[in-house]
């Protein structure tokens, strides 16, 4: 069993930045495929970011690509989200999910991951 918890979530002002954390047990984060989802009120949980477990493969939704950043600290079994230039549209609650077996082209598929944490708020103010 995988347990994951999240931290790092608040409040911040448009153009700042926030980091993320997922803090893993039960299990080594190198073993897991792990990814970080996010939902809005009335809106549908949507990928956000993915780690593959052996090679490291990293993979971004076109809308955060190139102000978001996927990192592990295997060390420290925690993966992390970095976020920059955050946005009044990157509100939303951010989840950390984790597969012991995925099939990598099914990574932004929510129902792909069987473990999850409980959640992170993150408000951006415009």
């Known amino acids: 069993q995988v347990q994951l918890v999240e931290s790092g979530g608040g409040l911040v002002q448009a153009g700042g930045s926030l980091r993320l954390s997922c803090a893993a047990s039960?299990?080594?984060?190198?073993?897991?495929?792990m990814g970080w989802f996010r939902q809005a009120p009335g809106k549908d949980r949507e990928f956000v970011a993915a780690?593959?477990?052996?090679?490291?493969?990293?993979d971004y939704a076109d809308s955060v690509k190139g102000r978001f950043t996927i990192s592990r600290d295997n060390a420290k079994n925690t993966m992390y989200l970095q976020m920059n230039s955050l946005q009044h549209e990157d509100t939303a609650a951010y989840y950390c999910?984790?597969?012991?077996?995925?099939?990598?082209?099914?990574?932004?598929?929510?129902?792909?991951?069987?473990?999850w944490g409980q959640g992170t708020q993150v408000t951006v103010s415009s």
């Open positions: 780690i593959y477990r052996s090679s490291g493969n990293l």
């Open positions: 039960g299990r080594t984060i190198s073993t897991l495929y």
């Open positions: 999910a984790a597969a012991q077996n995925l099939i990598w082209g099914t990574r932004r598929t929510a129902g792909s991951y069987n473990y």
